[in-house]
DNA sequence: CTACACTTGTCTATATTTTAACAAAAAACA
DNA sequence: TGTTTTTTGTTAAAATATAGACAAGTGTAG
């Protein structure tokens, strides 16, 4: 939806990070807050901040800075805060069941309505809140599920992929270490442990001494 | 270490990936892999993969592509897969407790030596074969560690981060929401679970029916 | 041995992202 | 009020990353 020509990818992965942040300050009561500021707090240059906000509009008053009451009220409509999109998470392992305790609730557009595993001891309970069901009930059970959590075994992450895709899922956050195939139209983003550790190492061994933070 | 100039951060972070199609490969008794096939496998477009594998000169054959065992040897030099790193992990949650578990001996350079938790009732076990000890003997047993897990509450990350840095960690894998603050020469790699599905999800509801991956 | 198909390595073009710089406006202060 | 300081929004430049195209080898099949 929406009229938002071209914001660009890197900007919209860090809009949530934005939002969370905001959403602090909007705790501790503070008033304004400044690109500067911004800046220290989540470790991104103030200029690529101003950048970013600067796809929405003017938000801010020069010499001023932001109104923290008003930005968030901004991007609250921006992210579709107050849309909650349902999402299943698919497989109970430890990785699952720290995203269920987690569960996002706080100041969040999103849901785990469900969870879905293999193996029965699992299923029947409720953790964080979720109810844990059989993974052959996943299509008698999702419907309206546009997001799901994948972690699973990688030997199981393509067959269920499939599955989800199916249902018509358009989106999956893939802890597996799999590089799964979607047809086009589905978005599919990778979080790979193992490389994230792998390449951190590499960094620390050849990058010495140097710029701080690469990640996402 | 090393004399390799300026390889790209891009192609840096897309190594460990590289590395561990090779081995399946390899395991798989495959002799040579195009990479037009390597593409399809790793979802990444093929020009970049010569690209990335050309920054370390001309290791494959016109005509024919790569031969897989020569490519994994390569590659076992250039991430050091001879020399472990040793990590280690602080929190032993349930997400702690999925890296622990998972605990990457297979083919990787990367060993979870320790693990830290400051709940009394998790110190003097082992999970995944990897002994936790209690947080207040952090500055007593860790001396040779360069990569530190974090995987606290976000209350603790910063806290934490310092005595890491103190005692002369020079990575961070942060799994906490906190943007923790780091001297130079430290580098921190932000997961942030929470970022990666509000990303997701705006991704899926702004840029409908379009290209997919978008990860890392 | 020749012809054809394949695939690399690289060159070049394009796209994306980050950062520096600064005029213009607002706030703070004297 | 007038002067100084702050800070935005934006322009322009630089840095980084991706992808198309193709010459030049190499393998393969007849």
Not at 9 to 18: C, F, G
Not at 67 to 82: A, I, M, S
Not at 169 to 174: F, P
Request: aromatic share 10%; glycine share 6%.
């Amino acid at each position: 939806m929406s009229e938002q020509n071209k914001i660009p990818q890197a900007t919209a992965r860090r809009l949530p990070l934005y939002y969370r942040f905001l959403n602090n300050l909007h705790a501790q009561e503070k008033f304004r807050v400044s690109s500067k500021e911004l800046s220290e707090a989540v470790k991104v240059d103030s200029a690529t901040i101003r950048r970013d906000f600067s796809y929405f509009g003017a938000l801010g008053k020069k010499g001023y800075g932001y109104n923290v009451e008003y930005l968030l009220g901004f991007f609250r409509k921006t992210l579709d805060q107050d849309d909650v999109t349902n999402i299943v998470l698919i497989g109970v392992g430890n990785l699952g069941t720290a995203f269920l305790q987690y569960n996002f609730t706080k100041n969040n557009n999103t849901k785990i309505e469900m969870a879905f595993d293999a193996d029965k001891s699992k299923v029947g309970q409720e953790i964080g809140g979720v109810p844990v069901y059989h993974i052959d009930e996943l299509e008698d059970k999702i419907s309206d599920i546009t997001v799901a959590i994948l972690t699973v075994p990688v030997s199981e992450a393509q067959n269920i992929t499939d599955r989800l895709v199916q249902t018509g899922a358009s989106g999956i956050l893939n802890f597996t270490p799999a590089r799964i195939t979607v047809p086009e139209g589905v978005r599919v983003h990778h979080i790979d442990l193992a490389v994230e550790l792998q390449s951190l190492v590499y960094f620390i061994k050849h990058y010495p001494l140097d710029e701080v933070d690469g990640s996402q």
